[in-house]
């Protein structure tokens, strides 16, 4: 019996002393965690602005649309100039409603080119939808689409237009 217990009491202490010894590595680990979070730099936003010139050419859609929307397909073709400088490719699906000013739009494009003086290409996705007055547009580079000294790029673009002149802000990090 006394060996029974002995050995209960060797196998507990030496559980406990493994816990311990575990609960001392996870300490250690925290603490350098906490000391390694303190190095990481939170990443910081850069913004470019400037102007493009976009040419929409009308192409043949697979769905037509019925009960009074008419459902579209464009190609984009746009030149940007100012802190991204080259050009664009991509396709615009729309849906206008009966109803005048309802309308919506996604699109994809692939920017090429520079942005502050950087070469690559990336991915910008376009989703919008429009309402009497009200409008909502939202422009995201699409998760790892950047390439050459692109690669890594997030960021969002917001589109003004003004007399008659097509203008971009870019909000962007690596």
Same mark, same amino acid.
């Given at each position: 019996?006394?060996v029974? @217990?002995?050995?209960?009491?060797v196998?507990? @202490?030496?559980?406990?002393?493994? =816990?311990?010894?575990?609960?001392?590595?996870?300490?250690?680990?925290?603490?350098?965690?906490?000391?390694?979070?303190?190095?990481?730099?939170?990443?910081?936003?850069?913004?470019?602005?400037?102007? &493009? /010139? =976009?040419? *929409?050419?009308?192409?043949?859609?697979?769905?037509? !649309?019925?009960? !009074?929307?008419?459902? !579209?397909?464009?190609?984009?073709?746009?030149?940007?100039? $100012?802190?991204?400088? !080259?050009?664009s490719? $991509?396709?615009?699906?729309?849906?206008?409603?009966?109803?005048?000013?309802?309308?919506g739009?996604?699109?994809? /494009?692939?920017?090429?080119?520079?942005?502050s003086?950087?070469? $690559?290409?990336f991915? *910008?996705?376009? &989703?919008?939808?429009?309402?009497?007055?009200e409008?909502?547009?939202r422009?995201?580079?699409?998760?790892?689409?950047?390439?050459?000294?692109?690669e890594?790029?997030?960021?969002?673009?917001? @589109?003004?237009?003004?007399?008659g002149?097509?203008?971009?802000?870019?909000?962007?990090?690596?």
């Open positions: 019996m006394r029974i @217990i002995s050995a209960i009491i196998a507990y @202490i030496g559980v406990v002393s493994l =816990v311990a010894q575990d609960t001392r590595t996870v300490k250690k680990l925290a603490s350098k965690r906490s000391s390694d979070t303190k190095k990481i730099k939170e990443p910081k936003t850069m913004k470019v602005s400037g102007e &493009f /010139e =976009v040419e *929409l050419t009308p192409l043949e859609t697979y769905a037509k !649309g019925e009960n !009074g929307m008419v459902l !579209g397909r464009m190609s984009i073709d746009k030149t940007f100039t $100012g802190g991204l400088t !080259g050009t490719k $991509g396709e615009m699906l729309t849906a206008m409603t009966s109803v005048k000013g309802s309308a739009y996604t699109a994809i /494009e692939q920017f090429t080119g520079s942005l003086g950087k070469k $690559g290409s991915v *910008l996705q376009h &989703f919008a939808t429009m309402q009497g007055t409008n909502f547009m422009l995201q580079v699409v998760p790892d689409s950047g390439t050459g000294e692109l890594g790029l997030s960021g969002k673009m917001i @589109i003004r237009i003004g007399d002149k097509h203008f971009y802000d870019f909000g962007y990090e690596f």
